[in-house]
């Protein structure tokens, strides 16, 4: 049975910086795809990155490009997010999702549709 645990979110102010972490437990991983997905207040749930497990290919929204980076840490079964120059509207609950990759495009795996395993969610708030 798999499963997510997100931890790393809290309350920061515009500018600052936020690791989350995605611990991954229940079966080996190789051949998924590990995504973060974010929802504000009164949004849909939207992607904001993925890497694949093996191989380490990235993926990221364009909100988030060149701000965010995705990493994982195989031996720790680990998935992080390191968000620097946060800003307002990046206040969501964050959460990590696992879907094995199959060799399906990045246009597919961005949908919330495509994806069976999700944590629980840690709320990130970015003050102005």
């Known amino acids: 049975q798999v499963q997510l645990v997100e931890s790393g979110g809290g309350l920061v102010q515009a500018g600052g910086s936020l690791r989350l972490s995605c611990a991954a437990s229940?079966?080996?991983?190789?051949?998924?795809?590990m995504a973060w997905f974010r929802q504000a207040p009164g949004k849909e749930r939207a992607f904001v990155s993925a890497i694949l497990w093996s191989g380490g290919s990235t993926y990221y929204a364009d909100s988030v490009k060149g701000r965010f980076t995705i990493s994982r840490d195989n031996a720790k079964n680990t998935v992080y997010l390191q968000m620097n120059s946060l800003k307002p509207e990046d206040t969501a609950v964050y959460y990590c999702?696992?879907?094995?990759?199959?060799?399906?495009?990045?246009?597919?795996?961005?949908?919330?549709?495509?994806?069976?395993?999700w944590g629980q969610g840690t709320q990130v708030t970015v003050s102005s």
């Open positions: 229940g079966r080996t991983f190789s051949g998924y795809a």
């Open positions: 999702a696992a879907e094995q990759y199959r060799g399906r495009s990045w246009y597919v795996m961005r949908q919330v549709t495509e994806y069976e395993h």
